[in-house]
């Protein structure tokens, strides 16, 4: 802690966060009114309208979102992001080729994103969109005023407004008897001594960073809110606990828990998407002993492998650096279909760009992603296969010889990629045109199905030549097998070799994708050895996170009727920090965190520009003197009286808030290598109240 | 291959498993109907009418299952487990002590159960549970009567009676969008091409066990048929794609989408339950190919995660043998709600006791199981915290102090436990003493808040003589921190004296569970340095499958309009095996399996006594011999003309058949340290046919 002394200019505590959220929330604000009052739209592409309403949405905004930056330099978007309900969001942009070689007046290839609106109108789940679908009326024909109605009546519904705001919806199984059993046994026990009403202070806390790292990406938390808003035993639970539950519980207890709802409860909570570090109170839970008990396991369900995702998916994302596209494609090695859910959104959050799992692009807003399968190309054997073989002119609209046209420029690019044309898999090359012809204007192909450099780039650059004839642009190519390292870079200077060949400069920057299971340490290890990938696939390492599969989040009492409780242990790690605390993070002049600090609930609040004690929380040895150049109270209330008291960011804003709470962190604390741990301390009071209480907790032994 | 050639027995092919499986059908049925038809039953602990139906039962069903011998050899049932709408399954069985020390009729502390009932009434959702609250009347008030028309209701529909059997619900956020964005680009191809109605036939398989080991448990597969049968996308999914996709694609590609079911779709499978091995097609999929690739992420998503975990419960099992209790305790570090969820079942299939997650009771039927948090000790600092110090004697039903006999016992505990009594945290008794007054029947205490010796066992024990002093039996304690190997033989050891000191045998086999970090490794090095713990709490590294937290299903296209695919790749073992296939199980005269083959789908049947040819799909060397006693085609149609063409299991059938299948296999390949491989050839037929395509599919190369 010796590196915190030295700052000590005055800066006063802001709110700056607090001021941004506002000023978001209003903004989100006048566009969900502007589509909730019927905002005319069409199925065309958007036109000046549109543009200008985008404008405006812009300026308000201020800054740009990262990720048009991403779309822009990368091309890699085969399909629109597209907000459900939602049809002013797109503009051409032109591709990142700054001079086009090409009299095409704007890309048809890359669409970008402008919003995140709200969709929560789309239920998470199929019975809920049943519920929903007689408001709906004929959807095969969508009309916004159709639409707004669904809207309108959630709105109608107490903090529902708040929902609106979020863009996502909760998975129904998440529910009260989503528990370990023996929090409804602890809630029985409590409520027969006649104890439960007692008012009880949680820590939802882990105990060390995930993969070796020294930072970890707090994340759940809107879930969680939900969970305690939703609160409520179904008369079907109750029959089943009536059922299984021992006949000796007095059957009051269910009367009483079929009542239950958490309106009594407090929740002060870090905000979603904030960097936090071991032994902080993510969460601070506060209310009748019996209710906070009863959400412990959901809570850490919630926040556990959200949190534990989202930090895996940071770290790829600082492995890669900020301007490569990275695309979540796990859901077919996830735990199951929610696993699989969460791992889209939740990566997301954690800074990548987008996800292959539609229904999280339903659910999430978040953009969705893919090419083509290595099925797709066995199903063609030959150019026999194909039964349509022409393509319309993007221009002239006129029927062009397609197939024809792609085996001429493979005859042309024998010589120029020193291959035999009549060598490369004419089954590949039928799947590629026949793929072409359906996305002309987003063809990215898979092309390590036979062979890459004898066949697969070969053929994708025929079709891509032959696009380009017909006045269209590829998009690229994706490889999923071999040496991405090297394979990327000599599939680049065979564009390259093209490009020149063909005077088509763009062809030189043609996307390459790379998937093949992909950890973070291949990242870090491509990004030394140099390669030539624009985007990244990555499914299996990702969302199962296997440097460390689960976070280990733990949920402890630390004051019961306002008397702190410590959790004592012959595993020092394990002891729990007494009492309900506030907690603050300390910056230095160079708007880097300094160290965090956890006060006792009743001590005044940090000055800034002032020396103060922070020490160990365990090791009495270890203090150091800081003077914090900003402080900033890290807790909000976000539940009380009944009802979500703060908006909620959309899942967008919480994704650009991580990313500039990382890059508050100092280099040392987030490399790859030996990274330096962040301090986490407690003030001289908090550490002497708390070593008092561990000392009378633990009984003076007998030797013998 | 070499040790198959030795076997020459002959004994005909059998149908075992499919009669047995009808014979189970039919038992289930009489059940169903008994319950349905309205067999009276009532609250009061079930008497001498319930209990000959289950001999009934048992008679017909000829094995006890095995979970009842647990149940009694471990004692840690702290709660019925019981089925929902089913209150004719519990009996009461005596402890296992064999000779009880106290004149109690019958042990109130030990339920068993008996038979495994539909419960599939009981939706998975909250949301469906609402669309049937108000058939239900007043729940709080369960009859029969009322649950029945519920039954009714649900098989009045085609092919539910099948899902009736099951007891499980599918998760609501299973539907055609949980998917990968390029099924439906694909599927948009081959459409706009007119190849959508060829015939397919994909093949989902593994190319390596999970765990460094040498087999996998089969799991998922009723989830795949229930997503096959509710195939429909949903009038908000077709009008989100149609928003978000291209704008090149055809609007008539939407509204074929949106008629689209998988009625034409044929499913083989191998049972759910059975042991396979890399490179087994698990899934045949055939029909068009549109319609089978649209299938493909979600079958994937359903498959690993079911089948990994399911193993990894299998082989946690194997390390401890069959007498431990296990149970699964992972909610909380799951991947999200749903993945708890998956991971409860398939544990349970996999071999596992009971879950501590209720929802998966509720939704499952399987037993649950838990005591009691750190938090519930924490919440009490002193005796003077007991608001009820007393307690009703079992018996005589008089208020005996129950406070003072746990003082009274715990100081004539000292010189025995060689403690000093006023040393034990009294705040620890005192949340004894209260869960003891909750759960006089099922006490079971968490002892290592403070000190495990020095405080929770003697705190354990005087609340167990004084539970005992009133009628009652103590279950046991559970440790979750500390050398688990050396606690629990010390505790036993406490025990022991206690036992001959009160002259109580019991209390000698108090039930010890132990928990905390528990993975196969620690299991395994338990076993070997000697232990005394009854029953396993394992959560994280079970759930998380932390030696590896993926199984690597693929689903590849092997056949398309009658003409065989392959999938060749520069890594040999991603090749595919071409073609439509059958799959055989060879047993030798002992009963084990000796090799499973594949065969191209017009081969005859393999004859068992008949010496064959198999070999090495990829390795032409590797040949052998072999001559099966007993051959098992292990393909079942599953799915065909839009119904699901066979009754499937139930959970608590397929996990008595996972058991039985493990059993078949040979020690060798399932031991812990250097497994042998479990041989999967193919016929020379096959073997031919796959190399030719092969070297047709690979260009040669031209050096230079």
């Known amino acids: 802690m010796a590196n915190t002394e030295t700052s000590t200019t005055i800066t006063t505590t802001t709110t700056v966060v607090a001021a ?27 036109g000046s309208e549109t543009k200008s309403l985008l404008t405006n949405v812009n300026n ?25 309900n939602n049809r002013t969001k797109l503009v051409d942009i032109c591709p990142r080729s700054p001079s086009p070689p090409l009299s095409i007046p704007s890309s048809p290839s890359i669409d970008v994103e402008i919003e995140n609106l709200p969709n929560s109108s789309q239920s998470a789940l199929r019975t809920d969109c049943q519920s929903l679908s007689s408001d709906l009326g004929d959807i095969s024909q969508p009309s916004f005023r159709e639409s707004t109605s669904i809207h309108n009546t959630l ?50 806390y882990f105990r060390k960073n995930p993969f070796g790292g020294e930072y970890t990406l707090f994340a759940g938390l809107e879930e969680c809110l939900k969970f305690i808003r939703d609160y409520k035993f179904h008369p079907t639970d109750i029959e089943y606990l009536r059922a299984t539950l021992s006949s000796y519980i007095e059957s009051e207890f269910f009367d009483y828990l079929s009542q239950l709802n958490m309106n009594e409860i407090k929740v002060y909570a870090v905000p979603e998407g904030t960097v936090v570090f071991p032994r902080l ?43 490569k596209t990275l695309l979540e494609f796990g859901l077919r090695r996830a735990q199951g279909p929610d696993g699989g859910l969460s791992a889209s959104k939740y990566c997301y959050l954690g800074g990548f760009d987008g996800t292959s799992n539609v229904l999280a692009g339903k659910l999430y807003g978040i953009p969705i992603k893919g090419t083509h399968a290595h099925a797709y190309v066995n199903s063609y054997e030959c150019l026999e296969d194909l039964s349509e073989r022409e393509l319309c002119d993007r221009l002239s609209g006129e029927r062009r010889p397609f197939t024809n046209l792609c085996l001429q420029y493979l005859n042309e690019l024998g010589p120029i990629l020193k291959i035999l044309p ?11 045109i026949s793929y072409a012809i359906a996305f002309p204007t987003n063809f990215l192909a898979l092309v390590d199905t036979y062979d890459v450099l004898k066949s697969g780039v070969p053929n994708f650059l025929a079709v891509a030549r032959a696009l380009h004839e017909c006045n269209y642009q590829a998009v690229g190519l994706r490889l999923d097998s071999g040496d991405l390292a090297y394979l990327s870079m000599k599939v680049r200077e065979k564009f390259h070799e093209v490009a020149i060949k063909f005077n088509l400069s763009y062809m030189e920057h043609f996307n390459i994708v790379a998937s093949n299971d992909i950890n973070e340490d291949t990242l870090v290890s491509l990004e030394k050895q140099g390669h030539a990938i624009d985007s990244f696939g990555i499914g299996t390492h990702l969302v199962t996170c296997q440097k460390q599969p689960a976070l280990g989040c733990v ?32 910056y230095g002049h160079d708007g880097k965190a300094l160290c965090d600090l956890l006060t006792r609930i009743d001590e005044p609040e940090p000055q800034t520009a002032t020396r103060m004690l922070s020490r160990h929380p365990f090791l009495e040895q270890k203090r150091a003197y800081v003077t914090p150049t900003t402080v900033r109270n890290l807790y909000v209330l976000y539940w009380a009286d009944g009802e979500i008291k703060v908006p909620l960011p959309t899942l967008k804003e919480i994704r650009t808030y991580a990313r500039e709470q990382i890059d508050q962190l100092r280099k040392d604390h987030i490399r790859d290598l030996n990274p330096t741990p962040y301090k986490v301390s407690v003030t001289d009071d908090l550490f002497q109240f708390m070593h008092k209480l561990w000392m009378k907790s633990v009984p003076i032994g007998e030797l013998d």
């Open 20 to 46: 941004a959220k506002a000023a978001t929330a209003a903004i989100a604000e006048t566009i969900v009114n502007k589509v909730l009052l019927g905002e005319k739209s069409s199925n065309k592409r958007p």
């Open 60 to 84: 308000k905004k201020k800054k740009v979102d990262d990720n048009i930056q991403k779309s822009i330099s990368t091309g890699f978007d085969h399909h629109h992001h597209h907000q459900y």
């Open 155 to 204: 709105q109608a519904k107490t903090s529902e407004r708040v929902v609106l705001m979020t863009g996502a919806e909760q998975s129904s199984v998440v529910q009260p008897l989503l528990t370990d059993l023996y929090q409804i046994s602890m809630a029985y026990a409590y409520w027969k001594s006649n104890k439960h009403q007692e008012i009880a202070t949680f820590d939802l």
């Open 281 to 323: 109170p993510l969460l601070r839970i506060e209310g009748p002993v019996l209710k906070t008990q009863l959400l412990e396991t959901t809570l850490l369900t919630l926040v556990n492998y959200a949190s534990l995702v989202a930090t895996n998916a940071a770290r790829f994302r600082s492995a890669t650096g900020a301007d």
């Open 422 to 432: 009549e060598e490369t898999h004419k089954g590949e090359l039928a799947a590629f």
């Open 555 to 586: 949920y402890k009492l630390v004051e019961l009727a306002n008397s702190p409780r410590i959790k004592v242990s012959q595993d020092i790690e394990k002891v729990t920090i007494p009492g309900k605390k506030n907690l603050y993070r300390f």
